[in-house]
């Protein structure tokens, strides 16, 4: 990794050039953005320059994707990428972004990435060089044997750097596991706070609890619907398995049956927050 | 009043008295609680003294009972009430206590209460003189009229000292409206926690949605117990709203009808956030 490219330089792409420049890589960093973008995030020292994507393609040897995802596969089918360089992405579903590499990625060498970080306000304003410390940094290989090329040794050795936590998984692995842990908490404080918008003086009461279940309904529907749209079938089978789990509760309401859930459910809420025993497998 | 009895010196009752005595109530502050907490409240200044429910009967003429709901439905039939004290609970569902107030309660004055105020930890340790800063405290009255009796407004006017907000409803306008903003919102938190338990690997994609969706997980059954079985018919209609909600979204999932869901949301969101036009109507 001599000379970076950011695509989209908002909070997670800003993020993560401020991260590699405070952990010590020289090369340059260049972005592609909006006008708007690239103004700002040069008045924030983000970035060294802004380019176009002909000359970016010209000039970088490491790519990083940090766009909404259906604007990642856009740019992935429509750049001649050069042989030899490595193309990462940040997008929060990967197994559509995989197949989509495969097909148009050539000799280039790619690596599937989702850092698992993330704020509530989005935008270069908020990039931030400490986003990604102690959180877990997925890395989807193309194949197993990927993680032996010194390309993917070297993404990794800088993610490490930047202080988050690889976490190696296939994109299908990967699509599954956050369609459970991200996607359907994200449309459970969706439903919940739109049946909320129906109930007349419900905030008279609103406590704690209610506030932090729904925290998440403010999330922009525009990052949400590439989201949703590339991970259907998984989140379908996430929320199927949560709704029929209230369904069971609802039925044992009354009942010291429930102290069993009560159990499971803190028993599931503690393995939340353990660190996976072994990051890279 | 003149001198206070605190029926359970937990999180609640000790934040209570120490509340009291820091908005200048002077008048004695008794605890009536299991051994070891007395002595853990006296050690920590939340209480003058320690004393029996025949003596608090004799002594106090206003009643602050803040046990589990269950034991505050025993305490309210065994207890023989003096003719002209005040008694008040704060129990987190209060159809059940106002229809057992209106049977064992004779001539004394009760009034239903509700601080909607908490912490993760409960337990005399934790109690905190500021806990109800800027919460909503429910009242309910046995029948609308008593708002303006004097000894309402007393009770009314030592919330407002504490720096809580008042909010007068029925028992039953209660219930229903805190199955929504509260246990339907623990509810979903142990649904979607006990199916994660059974999700292997989820801990590696880990990031901050699940951590704050799976926190009330961790609530202790005990409590929830009185709380599910004192408003079931409620909390069931809560459960029935969001699982429709879920399965109406599961149907558009890849759609951009689902823009509609996040604004409906996003405006539930806000409201929940916004102060109430009238806290005391």
């Not at 020289?26 to 176009?52: C, K, N, Y």
């Not at 040794?153 to 599954?176: F, M, T």
């Not at 908490?185 to 969706?190: K, N």
């Amino acid at each position: 990794m001599r000379s970076v490219a950011i695509f989209g330089v908002g909070l997670i792409g800003g993020s993560f050039a401020l991260a590699l420049r405070k952990a010590g890589f020289a090369g340059d960093i260049f972005g592609v953005s909006s006008p708007q973008t690239i103004e700002a995030a040069l008045s924030l020292g983000v970035i060294d320059r802004g380019i176009g994507v002909e000359e970016a393609v010209d000039r970088a040897d490491f790519f990083y994707l940090a766009q909404p995802i259906l604007s990642i596969l856009q740019i992935m089918a429509a750049t001649r990428w050069p042989d030899d360089v490595v193309v990462t992405d940040a997008g929060s579903t990967k197994r559509q972004i995989a197949e989509q590499a495969a097909e148009s990625i050539g000799n280039a060498f790619f690596i599937g990435g989702h850092p698992m970080a993330g704020k509530e306000r989005a935008g270069v304003q908020n990039a931030d060089a400490d986003l990604f410390q102690g959180r877990p940094y997925v890395l989807c290989p193309r194949v197993p044997e990927d993680v032996d090329d010194p390309r993917f040794q070297d993404l990794r050795d800088w993610i490490i750097r930047i202080g988050a936590k690889p976490v190696i998984l296939n994109a299908s692995e990967h699509d599954r596991l956050v369609a459970f842990t991200s996607h359907a908490p994200q449309i459970l404080s969706t439903a919940l706070a739109s049946v909320l918008d129906g109930i007349d003086g419900a905030s008279s009461v609103a406590g704690p609890a209610v506030l932090e279940l729904t925290r998440l309904a403010f999330s922009p529907f525009g990052i949400w619907r590439d989201i949703l749209q590339t991970n259907e079938a998984n989140v379908s089978e996430a929320l199927s398995a949560v709704i029929a789990k209230l369904n069971e509760i609802k039925q044992i309401l009354g009942s010291d049956e429930l102290a069993q859930e009560f159990r499971r459910a803190a028993s599931g809420a503690q393995k939340m927050r353990e660190q996976p025993a072994k990051y890279c497998p």
